[in-house]
């Protein structure tokens, strides 16, 4: 039996990713490798803990490793466009060099932003680069996809207004 899965993304298949059939160490259950980076992004399951403050996220361990975070509510073992979509905004920012340590949070600038009916120029750029991998209709699908989990949790508002702004701004985009 195969211990992982390789898919290929992009119109030269130039992002891969490989998924292990079951989280190992530090909730790591997969790697994303493409020339687009300079060097492998390992994709791993929050924590309970850290799953509290966000469903997702793009960081830069303290050894220069840059990592993906996601939650158990949006990666339960298989590839579905919400764990597409948000996998490939989350590199969009591996791409663009929007990557923190995991401590940081850029969050009263974002929520500010949200207030005023405003998304913050790296979340619209991540979202340009997943749409430019999985093409606009998979991940406007995913987005209303993770639009329904979001509105399921609770103290989600701004979430859930920004991704509704992030979806008008994808469907504008020609
Ligand atoms: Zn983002």
Do not use: W
Not at 21 to 46: A, E, T, Y
Not at 71 to 91: D, K, M, N, Q, W
Not at 120 to 127: F, R, S, V
Not at 163 to 174: D, V, Y
């Amino acid at each position: 039996m195969d211990s992982y899965r390789t898919y290929c993304y992009g119109e030269k298949g130039e992002i891969s990713l490989i998924l292990l059939n079951s989280p190992i160490k530090n909730g790591l259950f997969g790697m994303v490798r493409s020339p687009l980076f300079s060097c492998d992004i390992g994709v791993h399951l929050l924590q309970k803990k850290q799953e509290a403050v966000d469903l997702a996220g793009a960081y830069v361990a303290k050894n220069g490793q840059l990592m993906v975070c996601v939650s158990p509510a949006i990666y339960r073992g298989s590839v579905t466009p919400i764990f597409l979509s948000v996998l490939f905004h989350e590199l969009g920012h591996c791409f663009y060099g929007h990557v923190h340590r995991p401590s940081e949070s850029s969050d009263e600038r974002r929520v500010g932003a949200v207030e005023n009916g405003n998304v913050l120029t790296a979340e619209l750029q991540a979202d340009v680069f997943a749409v430019k991998y999985l093409g606009k209709k998979r991940v406007i699908d995913g987005f209303l996809g993770l639009l329904r989990v979001i509105e399921e949790e609770d103290g989600q508002e701004v979430s859930a207004k920004e991704l509704r702004l992030r979806i008008q701004a994808i469907e504008g985009n020609a």
